[in-house]
Each structure stands twice: as structure tokens, then as C-alpha cells.
């Protein structure tokens, strides 16, 4: 049958053994202690043995060299496994024990076990499926924990020796025992932190190993061995200070440690550094920090400092130590104020800081007035001085001067400063502190000067000044060249000053015992403030347009001027002061003040009344004047007149206003301000002339104040002018001589105002007049072409489009067409009846030539022409008799000298017939019809 045994484990990591046998055993609660002995565990029975026939089968030994292990516990109890596989190992056997990362490849399998009260359970000697078992309650355990680390490292070498063979022993503090204390058999040493046992496995258990697998038996060659490595001691390590200074201990900043690692400074009272006592103080500073300093202490004393870096379980280097005098601080001195006397309680008082947790001594030597004593318990005389919120008093009956040394005395130790020293003098009788005297003000009934004046108990009020320097402040009580006792009644003192105003008096107090005075307090008296006249009232405002001024009802007090202001930057801003803005001027008669208007509406203006005798003005009485808004204008119907091109329209304003009238280009929008395109009308006899952009227009009209611009609300007039209805003529059409291709004909029948509109178009005149897009208006007087004084001035001129037969359609069109003041595009509508005529283009007009005569001395023939500006001339040379028509192919040019109005050329040959014509050199025919001239040049 199976045994196991069981084992408890506080939370803090300490075993402890229940002594029960038996599996099923309930387990001991963490924090609880079995009655077994606190510091055991009891393995007594955790074995597995093998069953044959109903018996337990004999132990086997292993007939391997390598026993082979799979590990299922978790990493943490890594450390106390491969611990306890090693020192089986290294015992020097024949056989070995080694891991495997397969479970399937190993012949031991360790793990945790749901084992009941047992902390381990294992099979005894070469068996299959051979285990080691440890409880899962220590799966909770603190594996970091020193103790734990080793007992579970011994629980698994236990468990283990099992596994190889071995039975439980007698043998107290033997691995094998049944009984395993922890503390009684110094696995875990209290003294050696970090260390556990090397010998886990005794002597006698070492040699029954290497009997029954052979071998050589192997020891360990120390007695402790670490659980965790070392870390590296401490470089750079100083000790300083001690002195006069806390003692400091500075050390190089360690740049890698093993985890868990941490730094110990340990500080104990000793003249010689040995072991550190338990007791001793400990601190465990950063270890980056690089020094570590002491308290100070008020007992002077000498320590052993020691500092050492550890592993997490306190090993660590040999530390380093340094025995140092402990700093102990000085108690600083007292501060001490300038002592005063108070005459009242006959004391000295004086300020006083002392260092917190001392108290304030005085000591001096009445013998010696002038010696300075140097030692708390030193000279004749001395007390304890009290001190109360920063303040100390001090009685001395002694002679004075007296030299007075303080010390401040720490009340724990008895500790005294160093002294600090005050001398107490004479004290000087205070002059009377300084009147309160108030602003003077006069009192007109009384004729005086009336103040509040406030005096210290037991003085006079004493006045003095100086009537030769007014300004001049006097600064002696026995100064200036008049004065006076200054009664004091209630708080109230009062003073007659006769002479020149403003005068600067000056105010002491006296005090009749010492005959002491106080500082100087000057008053400067002035000239006595008269009273303000009262406020004007004012009336509403009313306004005259013709007049262009308001006029308002004012009453002022009996003697005083009336005076108006305003502010002509900000003219809706009310002036508060008589001498502030600008000046408004007023006609004041009969309780009425006229102001004419300024052109800016609306505008405050502030009355003031002015008494006149001391230029008192009273406080401000404002009015708004404003402009009231004009009646809108009337307008009667309105009528176009072609003839002026201008509508008339009846229209009536108010009196001090004028018309203005404004329309957008918009046609049927109007205005309803004057900012657009506001333009000004006359109104004569009760009509006024107005043109518009549009025939058929919305017109705003306003009246407009003639001073200040204020606008009416508008009054909306529709105009409509209607189109030209007559029908007009044109008489004969003919060439333009000399401006060929322009044509002229004399129209007819137009209406004033309007004017002819035409348009010519190449070929015969349609049955109806063709679409028009835009009308010429042109007249020979427009432009370059004619002058007022030519008869043919206000002729039609146009060219001609195309040569032979061309129409001419025309018609009356009014203002709106043809004065081009329309905002955009073309009004084609604005005309009357449109009619054609047809007329003939034969191109420009032939050169009347006259008869030729032979010049022999110049060798030319002069030839008349009725004109020159395009004359040309041209002959056939393959047939000089017959003259060319112009244009003939073959032709010759003649070369014209054109003097005034006779053609000069030399004859091509004696005898040629020479065409002339006019070359326009534009046009649809741009040459004229030939006239033929014989030249001979007469013989001889």
C-alpha cells in the first residue's frame, strides 16, 4: 500500500509539519502551526511501493547510468529542483539524473499532485512510471522566499532518494529522516543570510549511494553555499563629514546587479567597527543615488557607519566600514531687534526670533555696563525673556548704556548659542505724534476756515504759517510769521486767515509737559469755493426750416449767463463740462435761446448757467436737437416733351428745402434713398424738368433740408415717354463730291427733339422695310464731314453699300435712341413709321476738265479741272488717238503736277488722246466715269 506524509506552510513561507501518517490527513491551514515542532517537516510516510502477489514487491535499484527526468513543476521552483537533482549528482555514483523536454523519453515524471495532507509523494526504486509528487498546495507559495526555496529544494532531493532506492533512516537531520527540521538541524542559517547547508546529502547517505550504484563518494568542500549569487562589491566607496557637516557616504553607481539586489548603510554607537550589531539603525538608499547622509543628532557621539550591496537574501561582499563622529548642529543664535521704550509699561521691548524648540536668555553685568557677557551663566544679572508672536520686553534697573547678551538655549540639552549683543540706551522722551488734519472748507456765514482736526490725548493744536511766502510750508512750531492755538471742539477745529489765499499752514501738535512738538502736517488753504449756480431748466426745442435755426425755452438763475456746448467730433455725445467741446453761439432774449443749425443733425447741446462774478458754472442740462424729417414732396402727373427732351411734371416742397430726385438702372425699381444717382431740380412757377434713363421709369423724388440734409421718405412718380408718330421725308439722293462712297439727301418732316434714323442696304427696296438692328443718326454737321455754316449742315450722310442700286430705310427716332445715355444695350424700339427709298450708286463723280493750252516754256499743258484730290490720267500707247476708258488694260499712267486748281503734264507724245477720272480708291465703284481730252502739241 502506499504511504506519504504531510506538511503545512505558513503564508510567510515558514514550514511546519503535521504529525500525522496518514493520506487522509487534513491539510493545516496557512498562518496555523501543527503540533508538531514549528520549524519540521514530516515525510514519514510518502513513499509508493510496488505490489507483487498481493505484497509489496523488494526495492529495486536502477540498472541505467542516465535516469531521466521530465520536469512539469512551473519555473518558479526551478532553483530548488535543479539544486536537488545536483547534489544527488555530484555524490559521485554511477548513475546521474537528467532532464528531458518529452514526457514520453523520461522514466520520472515530476510534478504537482492533488496528494491530500502530504507535501510529497514519490515511488521507491526502479519501478515503471516511476513520479515524484509535490503537493499543489504550494502553488501558491513565495518561491523567492529563502526558506521555501531550500525546503522545497530538500522536500525534491527527499522525494528523490526515494526514487533511487533509499527508505526512510533514524538518523536525525538526515536527508532521508522522516523528520525534516529546517531550523534545528541549520539548514537555513539565521546568522549567514542568503547561505543554506552544502550538505544536503549526509555522509552516511552519501556512502550507501555509491555502494549500491558505485562510484566514488564526493563531498561538498564548503559547509554554506548561496542561494543566489553574489552581486560585485561596491566601488568609490568614501566616508566624509562629521564634523562640522552630517556624515555622508558616497559610493559609484553600480552598473549591473543580480535581481532583487539592494544596498544596506548600518549606523551603531561603537569606537571600533566589528559585526553589526541586530539593533544597529538600517537604511536602504537607492542605489543610483550614489550617497547616503546621516541625520544629525543632538547627542555628541561616535558610530560605526557600514555599507554593503546584497543579494535579495542579505549575501553579499565583505562591507565597508568607517567609525565617524556623529554632527551635531550648533543652536544658532537669536535675532535680536532694536530695543524701545515703552513709557507706559516702563519697559524695554524689541523683536525677537529664536530657533524652534529653544528659549531666549538675557545675561549682563550691572557692574560693568559696557562689558559684553560672553557665557549664558557669565556677569551679575540675567532673566528669561519671554517671547510672544515675534516680541520680547526686557526690565533693566540698572545704569544705562548696558550691554545685554542673548542667548537662545535648546530645551532638551541644555544647549546654548553663541551671543548675541544689544545695547540698551537712555531712553528719548517721543514727541507727540503728528496731527490729523482734515481739508479746510469755509464757512461763509462764519467768515472762517472750518477743518476736522484729530489730536493725541493731552496735546494742543498749534498753527503757524508764513504771510511773506504763501506757498511756503513752515517747519518749526516757532517758524513763519504768524500762528495761533487752534481750538479743537468735537473734532472740529476752525482758523481766521486775513491774509493773501491760497496760503500753506502748517499744524503741530504740542505736548504742555515736555513742551515737545510733532511733525509738521501742512494744509494748503485756497481761495474759498463759491457755490455753483443751479441748472438751467430747459424747454423742448423747436425748429424754424426757413430760419434754419431751433429755437428753445431756457430759465436760468437771477444773475447768471446762460452758456451752451457741444461736441462737434462726436456730436451724439453729450458735454458734461462748461469749458469741454466747442462753443455753440446762442441769441438768448425773453427766456428763449435761437441756435442756428450746424448742417449735422442730430447734435447734443449742453446749457450751463455762469454766475459771472466767480466763474461758477452749474452742472449740465442737455437737449437732443434734431432736424425734424422734411414733409415728402408732391409731384403732379408727368409729361414728356420731345421737343426738350425733358419731362414735366408739377411739383410742390416745403419751404427750406429743395427737390432731389434719383432712379437705379433698373428701370421699375426705385430708390428709397437719394444714394442712388441723387441729382438736384429746380422748381420754377411750381413745374419741374427732369430727364431719366429709361423712357418708361420709376422716379424717386425727396425733399432735403437746405442746412442739414435731413431726407423725407420718398415720393414714387412712373413716367412714360411715348414713341415719334410722324412721318418723315427725304429728298433727292446724290453723290458727296469729293468724299465718295458717302451719299447725302435733305430730310423732312421730324419732330423737335427727335431725329432721323436710317440704315442703307445693298439692292432694291423690299416690299416691307427689312429688321433694322441699329440706326445711323449721322448729319454732315456731326463729326469732321460739315460745319453750321455749310447750307447742307443738317443733311443725312451715309455710304453707299454696293454699287448699282441700293435702299435707304429711315425713320424718326426720339431721345432715348439717339442721345447714347442709356446704361446698356441698344433701344431699336424708340422710333416713329419707317419708309424706303431707293437710290443709284454710279461711283465718284467725273472731273469736269477744261480746255487744254500748251505752256512752250514749260513744255506741259495746263489743263483746268474742277478739282484735283484723286485726278488721274491715263493714255493707250498702242493706240495713242483713242482715249481709254478707265480701267482699260494696257493703259499708261500720266504724271499730274497739280498747281491750285489747273493740272500740269507733259504730252506722252506729240499728238494722244488722254482720259481723265477720279480714282475714290474705295467704294463699290471706285474710279469715275473717263472725260476724254485731244492733246497736240502745236508744231514750230
Not at 515511488?123 to 501558491?140: D, E, I, K, Q
Not at 442696304?761 to 455749310?790: H, L, N
Amino acid at each position: 500500500m502506499a504511504m506519504v506524509a504531510t506538511l503545512a506552510v505558513t503564508v510567510d513561507g515558514s514550514a511546519v509539519a503535521s504529525p500525522s501518517a496518514s493520506r487522509e490527513a487534513a491539510p493545516a491551514t496557512a498562518g496555523t502551526t501543527a503540533t508538531a515542532s514549528d520549524d519540521s517537516l514530516n515525510l514519514g510516510a510518502d513513499t509508493v511501493r510496488p505490489h507483487q502477489a498481493g505484497r509489496a514487491a523488494p526495492v529495486q535499484k536502477w540498472k541505467v547510468r542516465t535516469l531521466y527526468y521530465y520536469d512539469a513543476l512551473p519555473a518558479k521552483w526551478d532553483w530548488s529542483l535543479q539544486t536537488a537533482v545536483a547534489k544527488w549528482n555530484a555524490a559521485g555514483a554511477h548513475i546521474r539524473l537528467a532532464r528531458v523536454a518529452k514526457a514520453r523519453n523520461a522514466q520520472v515524471r515530476i510534478g504537482y499532485g492533488n496528494i491530500g495532507s502530504a507535501a510529497g509523494l514519490a515511488t521507491v526504486g526502479a519501478t515503471r512510471n516511476a513520479f515524484v509528487r509535490l503537493s499543489s498546495r504550494f502553488s501558491s507559495m513565495d518561491a523567492l522566499n529563502a526558506r521555501n526555496r531550500v525546503a522545497i529544494m530538500n522536500v525534491l532531493a527527499h522525494e528523490l532518494g526515494h526514487v533511487l532506492g533509499f527508505q526512510h533512516t533514524t538518523a536525525r537531520c538526515s536527508l532521508m529522516s522522516p523528520v525534516l527540521d529546517i531550523d534545528a538541524c541549520n539548514v537555513v542559517p539565521a546568522t549567514i543570510p542568503g547561505y543554506y547547508k552544502c550538505h544536503t546529502l549526509d555522509t552516511p547517505l552519501v556512502q550507501r549511494f555509491v555502494r549500491l550504484y558505485g562510484g566514488r563518494a564526493r563531498y561538498p568542500s564548503a559547509s554554506w553555499c548561496l542561494i543566489d549569487p553574489l552581486p560585485q562589491a561596491l566601488t568609490g566607496v568614501t566616508f566624509t563629514g562629521g564634523t562640522s557637516s552630517p556624515v555622508a557616504v558616497h559610493w559609484n553607481r553600480p552598473t549591473s546587479v543580480p535581481a532583487g539586489s539592494t544596498l544596506v548603510v548600518k549606523r551603531w554607537p561603537s569606537s571600533t567597527c566589528g559585526a553589526a550589531p541586530s539593533w544597529a539603525e538600517t537604511s536602504r538608499p537607492s542605489m543610483s543615488l550614489g550617497v547616503w547622509l546621516d541625520q544629525p543628532t543632538y547627542d555628541a557621539e561616535v558610530d560605526c557607519f557600514q555599507v554593503q550591496l546584497v543579494n535579495r537574501y542579505g549575501a553579499g561582499p565583505a562591507p565597508q566600514k568607517r567609525v565617524l563622529a556623529r554632527w551635531v548642529p550648533s543652536v544658532d543664535a537669536p535675532v535680536i531687534g532694536v530695543p524701545s521704550y515703552d513709557f507706559d509699561a516702563e519697559q524695554f521691548t524689541f523683536t525677537a526670533s529664536v530657533p524652534a524648540g529653544t528659549t531666549l536668555r538675557a545675561r549682563w553685568d550691572a557692574a560693568h555696563p559696557t562689558a559684553c557677557v560672553t557665557s549664558p551663566s557669565g556677569g551679575t544679572d540675567g532673566d528669561f525673556v519671554q517671547v510672544i508672536d515675534g516680541h520680547g520686553s526686557l526690565v533693566i534697573p540698572g545704569t544705562l548704556p548696558q550691554c545685554v547678551s542673548f542667548f537662545a538655549t535648546d530645551s532638551e540639552t541644555g544647549r546654548s548659542s553663541s551671543p548675541t549683543f544689544v545695547t540698551f540706551t537712555e531712553p528719548t522722551w517721543p514727541n507727540p505724534d503728528a496731527p490729523v488734519v482734515g481739508t479746510p472748507t469755509y464757512d461763509f456765514d462764519a467768515e472762517q476756515f472750518t477743518f476736522s482736526a484729530t489730536v493725541p490725548d493731552g496735546a494742543a493744536l498749534r498753527a503757524r504759517w508764513d504771510t511773506g511766502h504763501p506757498s511756503t510750508c513752515v517747519t518749526s512750531p516757532t517758524g513763519g510769521t504768524n500762528g495761533a492755538f487752534v481750538p479743537v471742539d468735537g473734532g472740529q477745529g476752525s482758523l481766521v486767515i486775513p491774509t493773501t489765499l491760497p496760503q500753506c499752514v502748517s499744524f503741530f501738535a504740542s505736548d504742555p509737559e515736555t513742551n515737545l512738538f510733532s511733525d509738521p502736517v501742512f494744509v494748503t488753504f485756497t481761495e474759498p469755493n463759491w457755490p455753483n449756480p443751479d441748472a438751467p431748466v430747459v424747454g423742448t426745442p423747436t425748429y424754424d426750416r426757413v430760419g434754419a435755426q431751433f429755437t428753445v425755452p431756457v430759465t436760468v438763475p437771477d444773475g447768471a449767463q446762460l452758456v451752451a456746448r457741444w461736441n462737434s467730433a462726436s456730436p451724439g455725445t453729450c458735454v458734461t463740462s462748461a469749458t469741454g467741446g466747442s462753443s455753440v453761439g446762442i441769441a438768448f432774449a425773453d427766456g428763449v435761446a435761437t441756435i442756428a443749425e450746424s448742417g449735422t443733425s442730430p447734435r447734443c447741446v449742453s446749457f450751463f448757467a455762469n454766475d459771472g462774478q466767480h466763474s461758477r458754472y452749474s452742472v449740465a442740462t442737455s437737449v437732443t436737437l434734431a432736424v425734424p424729417t422734411p414733409a415728402s414732396p408732391t409731384i403732379g402727373t408727368a409729361t414728356w416733351d420731345a421737343a426738350a427732351s425733358k419731362f414735366h411734371a408739377p411739383a410742390s416742397i416745403a419751404a427750406g428745402t429743395h427737390l432731389v430726385y434719383s432712379m437705379t438702372n433698373t428701370a421699375s425699381v426705385c430708390p428709397a434713398t437719394t444714394a442712388a444717382n441723387g441729382q438736384t431740380l429746380a422748381v420754377s412757377n411750381g413745374v419741374t424738368d427732369f430727364q431719366t434713363l429709361y423712357p418708361h421709369q420709376c422716379v424717386s423724388f425727396f425733399a432735403v433740408d437746405n442746412r442739414s440734409g435731413v431726407t423725407s421718405a420718398s415720393t414714387q412718380v412712373t413716367v412714360d415717354a411715348p414713341l415719334p408718330t410722324e412721318t418723315p421725308t427725304i429728298g433727292p439722293i446724290s453723290v458727296m463730291d469729293r468724299l465718295y462712297p458717302w451719299f447725302e439727301a435733305q430730310p423732312a418732316g421730324i419732330a423737335a427733339g427727335n431725329k432721323l434714323g436710317y440704315q442703307v442696304f445693298a439692292g432694291a427696296c423690299p416690299q416691307t422695310p427689312p429688321a433694322v438692328t441699329q440706326w445711323r443718326t449721322q448729319r454732315q454737321s456731326d463729326g469732321y464731314s460739315g460745319t453750321s455754316s455749310d447750307p447742307h449742315a443738317d443733311w443725312a450722310m451715309f455710304p453707299s453699300p454696293a454699287a448699282d442700286t441700293n435702299c435707304l430705310v429711315y425713320t424718326s427716332v426720339d431721345w432715348f435712341y439717339w442721345t447714347g445715355s442709356r446704361p446698356s444695350g441698344w433701344l431699336t424700339e424708340r422710333h416713329g413709321p419707317v419708309l424706303m427709298k431707293e437710290f443709284v450708286d454710279e461711283g465718284p463723280v467725273p472731273p469736269t476738265v477744261g480746255t487744254p493750252v500748251w505752256n512752250s516754256t514749260s513744255g506741259k499743258f495746263e489743263i483746268p479741272v474742277s478739282h484735283v484730290q484723286g485726278l488721274r490720267a491715263i493714255y493707250d500707247p498702242s493706240d495713242p488717238t483713242t482715249c481709254p476708258p478707265p480701267g482699260t488694260s494696257g493703259t499708261q499712267s500720266i504724271s499730274l503736277l497739280q498747281v491750285g486748281g489747273t493740272a500740269q503734264l507733259s504730252p506722252p507724245l506729240p499728238h494722244a488722246c488722254v482720259t481723265f477720272y477720279n480714282d475714290a480708291g474705295q467704294g463699290p465703284v471706285p474710279v469715275s466715269f473717263g472725260t476724254p481730252v485731244d492733246l497736240t502739241v502745236p508744231q514750230g
